[in-house]
């Protein structure tokens, strides 16, 4: 079993859609989870941080960690064009906190 | 101002040709760190170095040789290339070494084994 499973698509929306992603991970030590946004041929870059469970809210998207289920979502409300990207959630907070762990990547476009 | 900056952007080969792929960071932070992405978008660390020392060596090949010549620098040399050695290589780099931190990504460097 990998240690953290994300679907990886591809998933195409209409514009102003509410997008819902998610992650599943193994190890319930985990304490730490991002979101990276990959642009094509791009490198990964933050988009949101969470630590332990609970929601965050960043405006127009929300991340979300249910430890007790090791479920993480990250939720784009009225999602645009722009958002058109690679979704990879990172994971981290084992083996002394050293290592991030991504999941595969969702391919995600916003059709106009 | 490039935060995270990587050379080549793309880089063809043969087999058995051995290469480099620099990196360098402007951000004064500690910690860099090389992540190989595959054909899949797999994302996988590498290596990770704190202050020159090696901190993380993933189960790599011992084709892959990291060198730090300074905190602002890694460099990854590759010998013996392979066709699977094929994908984007990502520099990174962080304020510390810690997971939680949030790292800053270079451009990526494609390479192509033929």
């Known amino acids: 079993q990998k240690e953290v499973e994300q679907d990886p698509g591809p998933l195409s929306v209409p514009e102003g859609a509410i997008v819902s992603l998610n992650c599943t991970y193994s190890?319930?030590?985990?304490?730490?989870f991002m979101w990276y946004r990959q642009y094509s041929r791009k490198g990964p870059e933050l988009l949101m941080y969470?630590?332990?469970?609970g929601n965050k809210e960043d405006g127009r998207f929300t991340a979300q960690v249910d430890k007790s289920s090791k479920y993480i979502s990250l939720f784009i409300r009225d999602s645009q064009p722009s958002d058109s990207a690679t979704y990879l959630c990172?994971?981290?907070?084992?083996?002394?906190?050293?290592?991030?762990?991504f999941g595969q990547g969702t391919r995600l476009t916003i059709n106009p | 101002d490039t935060a995270v900056s990587q050379t080549p952007k793309y880089l063809v080969t043969q087999m058995g040709n051995d290469k480099s792929i620099k990196c360098e960071q402007n951000l004064g932070h500690d910690t860099m760190y090389w992540y190989k992405q595959d054909s899949k978008k797999f994302l996988k660390i590498m290596f990770s170095?704190?202050?020159?020392?090696?901190?993380i060596n993933e189960t790599v090949p011992n084709r892959f040789s990291p060198k730090s010549p300074d905190k602002a620098h890694l460099n990854l040399h590759i010998n013996s290339l392979e066709l699977g050695d094929s994908a984007v290589y990502f520099c990174?780099?962080?304020?510390?070494?810690?997971?939680?931190?949030?790292?800053?990504f270079g451009p990526g460097t494609r390479l192509t084994v033929l």
């Open positions: 170095y704190n202050n020159k020392e090696l901190i």
């Open positions: 969470t630590y332990s469970s």
């Open positions: 990174a780099s962080s304020p510390r070494l810690a997971a939680n931190n949030e790292q800053f």
């Open positions: 190890n319930s030590a985990f304490q730490y």
């Open positions: 990172a994971i981290a907070g084992v083996q002394g906190a050293q290592k991030l762990v």
